[in-house]
């Protein structure tokens, strides 16, 4: 199975603040990385598929990018933070099966 | 508008076996463009792919469960099904269905969830 390790676990910020989120996975997963978005009580919500593209209906401040070579280290950026965003975020990866998620990270108000 | 609706019982007995339906509306369970699958989060903790589903029939299991998941899929109905067997109070958690989207395979269209426990 491929691994899938986010970081940070937890994430305190301020309304208009940058948050960066990185998901590692174990071996190279092309561009095969997916973005969820929970809030407590919810189902997750898609935000990015293939590392950059974004969903129909989510906001621009949100980004997906990866980084370096190896096809194995991708971000998500939310640009200026929301009161909206104040959520747990979950990467996917779909390179190999079975599917598998990061740990999440949880973004919390300073 | 396409939408997911699990349904099954709330309450399991240890070593019985767990069976949700997931109800698709709004779109045809038949299109060749996405896969069906469960996915579940005990409470506090994070997402678990349990499988999936294409319109053939043609499954794919988490390792880790296969040993005791069928999902099984009913095209006149537009539903597709999780059972899950010999469980134990680690089975408890929010069970999700979704629409997996072919062959990227990201999930875009999540149910509401439904919490299953597993106690005597």
């Known amino acids: 199975d491929i691994q899938m390790t986010q970081s940070p676990s937890s994430v305190s910020a301020s309304v208009g603040d940058r948050v960066i989120i990185t998901c590692r996975a174990s071996?190279?997963?092309?561009?095969?990385l997916a973005w969820y978005q929970q809030k407590p009580g919810k189902a997750p919500k898609l935000l990015i598929y293939t590392a950059s593209t974004l969903q129909s209906g989510v906001p621009s401040r949100f980004r997906g990018s990866l980084s370096g070579t190896d096809f194995s280290l991708f971000t998500l950026t939310i640009s200026s933070l929301q009161p909206e965003d104040f959520a747990t975020y979950y990467c996917?990866?779909?390179?190999?099966?079975?599917?598998?998620f990061g740990g999440g990270t949880q973004v919390q108000i300073k | 508008q396409v939408q997911l609706q699990e349904s099954g019982p709330g309450l399991v007995k240890p070593s019985q076996t767990l069976s949700l339906t997931c109800t698709v509306s709004g779109a045809s369970i038949s299109s060749g463009d996405y896969y069906w699958t469960w996915i579940r989060q005990p409470a506090g903790k994070g997402l678990e792919w349990i499988g999936r589903?294409?319109?053939?029939?043609?499954?794919n299991y988490s390792p880790s469960l296969e040993s005791r998941v069928t999902i099984s899929i009913d095209t006149s109905k537009n539903q597709f099904s999780l059972r899950l067997s010999s469980v134990t109070a680690a089975d408890t958690a929010m069970y999700y269905c979704?629409?997996?989207?072919?062959?990227?395979?990201?999930?875009?269209?999540w149910g509401n969830g439904t919490t299953v426990t597993v106690s005597s």
């Open positions: 589903i294409y319109t053939s029939g043609s499954t």
């Open positions: 979704a629409r997996i989207v072919s062959p990227n395979s990201y999930m875009d269209v």
């Open positions: 996917q990866q779909s390179n190999n099966l079975p599917l598998t």
């Open positions: 071996q190279g997963i092309g561009r095969w």
